[in-house]
């Protein structure tokens, strides 16, 4: 259903006046239009489902020893879902563009970053939260983990759920089950800007 015209205008706006660096602001405002019109729900979404948008961070996507550094981070000072700020937009069906840029950045990751493989499985790309969410992935997957002496590592300088599990199990059943998204309608996210 296409969204009234008033609607797409004044996200228009919001995005239009973000651009010129109030970003956060700009969010918070869209995000309340979003849930005053019906056009955001709140839900928990596994890591699998959820990649980075390709305009995340001008384009750039995920740093991979951002990643890294920051479930080392979460395990020194253990996860709260309290404290993640998730925010995500649906992808329209048979969209392959999020998960190939994703996969891109797997691939130059060298082992970091596991790939996405069954598309109908991606279904969100995330605005807020792509961190967290990938370092989630990165400990479903048992990728190798560059930070030195982590108790998330197996003896193999893999990350690892069991190594995990003795440290933070809220953070291994948040890899497991999710986390908790603000996901914008796939409407709002065909707004030509």
């Known amino acids: 259903?296409?969204?009234?015209?008033?609607?797409?205008?004044?996200?228009?706006?919001?995005?239009?006046?973000?651009?010129?660096?109030?970003?956060?602001?700009?969010?918070?405002?869209?995000?309340?239009?979003?849930?005053?019109?019906?056009?955001?729900?709140?839900?928990?979404?596994?890591p699998n489902s959820v990649c980075?948008?390709?305009?995340?961070?001008?384009?750039?996507?995920?740093?991979?020893?951002?990643?890294?550094?920051?479930?080392?981070?979460?395990?020194?000072?253990?996860?709260?879902?309290e404290m993640t700020n998730c925010i995500c937009v649906e992808i329209a069906s048979g969209d392959r563009a999020f998960m190939d840029f994703n996969n891109r950045i797997a691939d130059m990751s060298h082992g970091l970053l596991p790939r996405f493989g069954d598309a109908y499985r991606v279904k969100y790309a995330s605005l807020a939260g792509s961190h967290t969410n990938a370092a989630l992935r990165c400990l479903l997957d048992g990728t190798k983990h560059p930070i030195k002496d982590s108790k998330l590592a197996n003896a193999d300088g893999r990350l690892d759920m069991g190594s995990a599990r003795q440290v933070d199990s809220i953070?291994?059943?948040?890899?497991?089950?999710?986390?908790?998204?603000?996901?914008?309608?796939?409407?709002?996210?065909?707004?030509?800007?």
Not at 177 to 191: A, C, F, N, P, T
């Open 52 to 81: 980075c948008h390709v305009d995340n961070r001008d384009g750039i996507g995920l740093n991979v020893m951002d990643v890294h550094q920051l479930i080392a981070d979460i395990s020194s000072i253990g996860f709260s879902h």
């Open 171 to 193: 953070l291994t059943e948040a890899a497991s089950s999710g986390l908790r998204w603000k996901v914008i309608d796939y409407e709002v996210g065909q707004i030509e800007l």
């Open 1 to 46: 259903m296409p969204l009234p015209d008033n609607v797409e205008e004044e996200i228009k706006k919001l995005v239009a006046a973000s651009k010129d660096g109030k970003v956060v602001a700009g969010m918070t405002q869209l995000l309340s239009l979003c849930q005053t019109h019906g056009l955001m729900q709140e839900m928990t979404i596994h």
